[in-house]
């Protein structure tokens, strides 16, 4: 099991300052991976569970491994109105696979979860003409949609996967990958990213990624959207 400061001292070390990152522990993700590459390229992040310190964080990442059920724990937590009402108010967010997976309204892993319902659609299982998990390295396929989470990577750079599930093609995804037929690897916009592979795990690229959410300019708040807008979009 992966080890998480205190969620007490965590609230005491960062109580009445706003946090650089919030990186969302709900008990499901490479939490100690995401930290540490997080760290690499000099971002200033925190794990955390507590709601409060997420509504304080100027960026939130979401990271995820296993089942999409975990995801209900968001919901009893609160963390999941926090994340709602930052993303409401234009705070940058990044969901990495599982925490893309839930950026959508629901997946067949869990279907009486409900996902956040940013993007339509639902996450579907591999085809049984491929082996599943879609496990190790595979190409992103930009497409032509303009990204600033990928600036600076090329076209066909390899990433790191391991998901039973996929995210479709969607009107904003920004790049894709093959296996079993094509899936989102990528979707963006505005201020809202996800990722199906995992950027911790993916070298240089994965750095690189995590460098561009990180140092992406917060954008000046203005009136709230909400997730009906987003969708309608």
């Given at each position: 099991m992966l080890a998480r400061p205190p969620n007490e001292a965590a609230v005491a070390e960062h109580e009445g300052?706003?946090?650089?990152?919030?990186?969302?522990d709900y008990r499901a993700g490479n939490l100690a991976s995401v930290k540490k590459a997080l760290d690499k390229v000099d971002a200033d992040s925190v794990i955390t569970?507590?709601?409060?310190?997420?509504?304080?964080?100027?960026?939130?990442v979401l990271p995820g491994v296993g089942h999409f059920s975990a995801t209900s724990h968001l919901t009893d937590s609160g963390l999941r109105d926090a994340i709602v009402n930052s993303?409401?108010?234009?705070?940058?967010?990044?969901?990495?696979?599982?925490?893309?997976?839930?950026?959508?309204?629901?997946?067949?892993?869990?279907?009486?979860?409900?996902?956040?319902?940013?993007?339509?659609g639902e996450c579907v299982?591999?085809?049984a003409s491929v082996k599943s998990p879609h496990v190790g390295w595979n190409q992103l396929d930009f497409r032509e949609n303009p990204s600033r989470l990928l600036r600076?990577?090329?076209?066909?750079?390899?990433?790191?996967?391991?998901?039973?599930?996929?995210v479709p093609l969607l009107a904003n995804t920004v790049?894709?990958?093959?296996?079993?037929?094509?899936?989102?690897?990528?979707?963006?916009?505005?201020?809202?990213?996800?990722?199906q592979f995992h950027?911790?795990?993916s070298g240089a690229?994965?750095?690189?990624?995590?460098?561009?959410?990180?140092?992406?300019?917060?954008?000046?708040?203005?009136?709230?959207?909400?997730?009906?807008?987003?969708?309608a979009d």
């Open positions: 300052i706003t946090l650089m990152i919030a990186v969302v569970a507590d709601p409060k310190i997420v509504s304080q964080a100027e960026k939130i993303i409401q108010r234009g705070v940058p967010f990044l969901g990495i696979c599982v925490g893309l997976q839930w950026m959508l309204e629901s997946s067949e892993e869990a279907p009486e979860v409900p996902g956040l319902g940013i993007w339509p299982r591999f085809p600076g990577i090329p076209s066909g750079s390899y990433v790191y996967f391991t998901h039973s599930y996929r790049a894709e990958c093959e296996y079993g037929g094509k899936f989102s690897a990528v979707v963006e916009k505005d201020h809202l990213f996800g990722v950027p911790e795990k690229v994965g750095l690189k990624l995590l460098e561009n959410f990180c140092f992406l300019e917060t954008p000046n708040r203005c009136d709230p959207i909400t997730l009906a807008a987003q969708n």
